[in-house]
């Protein structure tokens, strides 16, 4: 299955943006874990959210915790990830992933699927 991610784009600190992911083509993704991973310059890529297939359990990385949140409409086949009180670290290309049958908590190396980056940035 093919990731698409959108919804980059350059905020100033505080501000909000939401990233989607959805598939190239119709095929669905339910069931898979599908998460988010971001990379800045020059720092390796990071896990920052996922949730399961089923929809019920989420996952995050330390450094989002309570300002991202992570969701995914079944209906649309689509996972967003809505990120609030952005910070100057949070800059980063934004990585969609997924992995069938996979935990919330994903690791990169175990990422059947990578989508294309979007990349986020942010203001100080």
């Known amino acids: 299955v093919q990731l698409q991610a959108s919804g980059g784009g350059l905020v100033q600190t505080g501000s909000s943006l939401t990233l989607s992911c959805t598939t190239a083509?119709?095929?669905?993704?339910?069931?898979?874990?599908v998460g988010w991973f971001r990379q800045a310059p020059g720092k390796e890529r990071e896990f920052v959210a996922g949730i399961h297939g089923s929809g019920r359990v989420s996952s995050y990385g330390d450094a989002v915790k309570g300002r991202f949140t992570i969701s995914r409409d079944a209906a649309k086949n689509t996972v967003s990830l809505q990120m609030n009180s952005l910070k100057p670290e949070d800059t980063a290309v934004y990585y969609c992933?997924?992995?069938?049958?996979?935990?919330?908590?994903?690791?990169?190396?175990?990422?059947?699927?990578w989508g294309q980056g979007t990349l986020v940035t942010v203001s100080s």
């Open positions: 083509s119709k095929r669905r993704f339910s069931g898979w874990a």
């Open positions: 992933a997924a992995t069938i049958n996979g935990a919330s908590n994903m690791a990169a190396q175990s990422v059947g699927t």
